[in-house]
C-alpha cells in the first residue's frame, strides 16, 4: 500500500512568488492534514480537508490556502512568499481525520524563500 | 488552547542507559501519540495511546499514558546509538498539537 506522496520535495522561491504543494494521500483515506516545521514555531497545524472541504484551520494569515480535489488529493497554495514561510511542509493522512484516526505524514516538502 | 510541553528539550545520554521523556499537555484528551524524526525527514508513527493507562512496548521503547495527570512518557531502555532522533508527543483533540519535541543523543 503507497504511502502518503508530496510534491516536490525541494522548493526555492523568492520573496514574493507563491508556490502550490501537492499531497496524494494513502488510497482511501479522504482526510488531508497540512503542518508547517520551523525551528523556531515547532511543527504548527495549518488546516485540514475531508472530502473536499475545509474542516479546521489554524491560525495562519490567509496567504496559506489549501483545497482538496475529489480524489482526495490535496494542494496547498502560498502567496506573496515571505522570507518566515521557509519551512518543512508536512501533509498527513487519515481515513477520517481527527479525532478518530491515526495520521500518516509524507516526506514533506522543504520550502526555501531567498 | 491546548498546549503539550516536552522534556527534556535536549537530551544526551550514554549507550546502555535508561532514561524518560515527559509529555504534559493542558487539556483532557485521551488520544495520544509518539512519533520519531530523523533530520531531514519526515515524521514516524512510533505509538499510539487511546485511553486512560495505556502502555505500549516496542523493542527498547516503552510509551505510557495517563490522563487524570495529562501525562504521557516515552521510556528508553539501555539505548543503543539508532535511537538518536527526534522525538514528539501529539495530542489529538480536532486536530494533533505537538510538543516541541526532544533531541536524543546516544553516545557510544
Known amino acids: 500500500k503507497a504511502g502518503v506522496t508530496q510534491t516536490p520535495r525541494y522548493l526555492i522561491k523568492t520573496r514574493g512568488q507563491q508556490v502550490t504543494l501537492s499531497c496524494s494521500p494513502i488510497?482511501?483515506?479522504?482526510?488531508v492534514s497540512w503542518y508547517q516545521q520551523t525551528p523556531g514555531q515547532g511543527l504548527q497545524f495549518l488546516f485540514e480537508?475531508?472530502?473536499?472541504?475545509?474542516?479546521n484551520k489554524g491560525n495562519f494569515p490567509g496567504r496559506f490556502s489549501g483545497r482538496q480535489f475529489s480524489n482526495s488529493r490535496s494542494e496547498m497554495n502560498v502567496s506573496t512568499l515571505e522570507l518566515g514561510d521557509s519551512a518543512l511542509y508536512l501533509c498527513?493522512?487519515?481515513?477520517?481525520?481527527?479525532?478518530?484516526?491515526?495520521?500518516?505524514f509524507g516526506q514533506g516538502t522543504r520550502l526555501t524563500v531567498v | 488552547e491546548l498546549k503539550v510541553e516536552q522534556n527534556p528539550l535536549f537530551l544526551s545520554m550514554q549507550e546502555g542507559k535508561n532514561y524518560t521523556i515527559y509529555c504534559n499537555y493542558s487539556?483532557?484528551?485521551?488520544?495520544l501519540y509518539w512519533y520519531r524524526q530523523d533530520p531531514g525527514k519526515s515524521l514516524e508513527s512510533l505509538f499510539v495511546?487511546?485511553?486512560?493507562?495505556a502502555v505500549k512496548q516496542e523493542g527498547r521503547l516503552m510509551a505510557s499514558l495517563d490522563t487524570k495527570a495529562r501525562l504521557s512518557t516515552l521510556h528508553i531502555t539501555a539505548a543503543v546509538h539508532d535511537l538518536s532522533a527526534t522525538y514528539f508527543c501529539?495530542?489529538?483533540?480536532?486536530?494533533?498539537?505537538f510538543g516541541t519535541g526532544t533531541r536524543l543523543t546516544i553516545i557510544p
Open positions: 487539556t483532557t484528551s485521551d488520544r
Open positions: 488510497s482511501g483515506h479522504r482526510s
Open positions: 480537508y475531508f472530502s473536499e472541504t475545509q474542516r
Open positions: 495511546l487511546l485511553s486512560n493507562g
Open positions: 501529539a495530542v489529538e483533540d480536532e486536530k494533533l498539537t
Open positions: 498527513a493522512s487519515s481515513s477520517q481525520g481527527a479525532p478518530n484516526t491515526e495520521a500518516f
